[in-house]
Nanobody, 114 residues
Framework: QVQLVESGGGLVQPGGSLRLSCTAS????????MAWYRQNPGKQRDLVAS???????DYADSVKGRFTISRDNAKNTVDLQMNSLKPEDTAVYYC????????WGQGTQVTVSS
């Protein structure tokens, strides 16, 4: 089993920045890919960004050039640096780990509003 805990969400004005962090514990040696997803009420959970064990990244088109995902394998953490935030980035952001199973964090709210 792998446990994931997110932090760093909050309220920010349009154009601002936030950094989300996710820390994994448990059987972390099994983790291959880590990712951030986001979801709004009544909508599906969408991929924001992902990063493999080797550091290969992938981003949703809507966040390319604004968000950066990074990973520290030694600390079992994955971060999401979010810049130039827009109101449409408002959502609950979830950390996901894949490897020996699929694991989700509890989510952290990000609200972009003036």
């Amino acid at each position: 089993q792998v446990q994931l805990v997110e932090s760093g969400g909050g309220l920010v004005q349009p154009g601002g920045s936030l950094r989300l962090s996710c820390t994994a514990s448990g059987n972390t040696f099994r983790i291959v890919t880590m990712a951030w997803y986001r979801q709004n009420p009544g909508k599906q959970r969408d991929l924001v960004a992902s990063i493999t064990l080797g550091g290969n990244t992938d981003y949703a088109d809507s966040v390319k050039g604004r968000f950066t995902i990074s990973r520290d394998n030694a600390k079992n953490t994955v971060d999401l640096q979010m810049n130039s935030l827009k109101p449409e980035d408002t959502a609950v952001y979830y950390c996901r780990a894949m490897g020996g199973g699929l694991y989700w964090g509890q989510g952290t709210q990000v609200t972009v509003s003036s």
